[in-house]
């Protein structure tokens, strides 16, 4: 009996506790943190001055799985901001040696995101991304809504599910 018992409450803290997380990161605010645009331009994660939702991925040139995520959304992308308004922000962590194929990159592919370089990991760091992919929805007053590490096929469609979530 004491055994089911203990196994009781620590089923019961696990759940309290896997709970709170889930609280926690969901109530997450954009952190600030100053980068550059593809021109150049200083720019402010927190003061975007975005209107609606916006879905931050980070990703870099090296990362297979980002572009494959990026690419797969870019044919989307369209009919979502039509639907919901949302703006994507493409944050590269793509360091100083590797920083020059961004443009390239993202004029090959003719990418209507907002992009941002994040060379030193700032961004990357407060936001707390250990490897890319790793995709944030945002809701219109910056709260952190759904975060998700990685792409697989299909994933577009869980985002754009929890995106539909903010709109309706």
């Not at 944050?91 to 004029?107: I, L």
């Not at 219109?140 to 096929?153: E, L």
Request: with cysteine; net charge negative.
């Amino acid at each position: 009996m004491k055994k089911l018992t203990v196994l009781y409450i620590g089923l019961i803290l696990c759940f309290s506790i896997n709970a709170q997380e889930s609280h926690n990161e969901t109530s997450k605010r954009i952190p600030s943190v100053e980068l550059k645009d593809m021109d150049g331009n200083h720019v402010n994660t927190s003061k975007l001055g975005l209107d609606g939702p916006v879905i931050y991925s980070f990703w870099a040139t090296w990362c297979s799985p980002c572009k494959r995520e990026l690419n797969t959304i870019n044919e989307l992308y369209p009919d979502w901001q039509d639907e919901t308004g949302v703006t994507l922000v493409a944050v590269s962590v793509d360091d100083q040696k590797t920083m020059k194929s961004v443009s390239m990159y993202v004029n090959g592919k003719a990418w209507d995101y907002v992009v941002l370089m994040d060379p030193n990991g700032d961004f990357k760091r407060a936001m707390g991304v250990n490897n890319v992919p790793h995709t944030f929805l945002v809701d219109k007053d910056g709260n952190i809504v759904y975060s998700h590490n990685n792409f697989a096929p299909g994933d577009e469609d869980e985002l754009y599910e929890e995106l539909l979530k903010l709109t309706n």
